[in-house]
């Protein structure tokens, strides 16, 4: 996910997620029945060390989807980041059925890896190199 952070009028893309983003997340899985959930983004959230992979809210987002998987009611918070990247969402999914989050698919960085989390496996795929061989137009 990228976030725009406007700053003395100018733009900057940040990989992080913001509270606006998050709370659609939680909108859209509040309403998820019977499915197996598969998100796609720029970037991977969290490294497989579960470390913060974006600069900021990373690790929050992987919380969430734990939390969705097993069925829980909580709230976001986060502390010691710029305001742009404050969280404070609350969350039910007790009354989600049948569903769970299996992976997430991103595409941001230059190794392609896959790990799993908390029951959630994590793809990163090396789209930069594709790119770069598709407009070469080499042959595999």
Sequence with gaps: MI???KRDSIRKKTLAVREDQVEE???ILSISHHKRIIFMGHSVPI???GD?????N???LHELFVAFNQKAIGHL???GVPIEFKLGNQFDF???VDSQIVSYIGGHHQTESNYRLNTIDYITLNTSSRLFNKKQKKRT
């Excluded at 913060?52 to 900021?56: E, G, I, P, V």
């Design 3 to 5: 976030a725009t952070v």
């Design 25 to 27: 997340i939680i909108e």
């Design 77 to 79: 918070s986060n502390h």
């Design 47 to 49: 490294t497989r060390r």
């Design 94 to 96: 007790s009354k989600v």
């Design 52 to 56: 913060n992979a974006l600069k900021y």
């Design 58 to 60: 990373g690790r929050t």
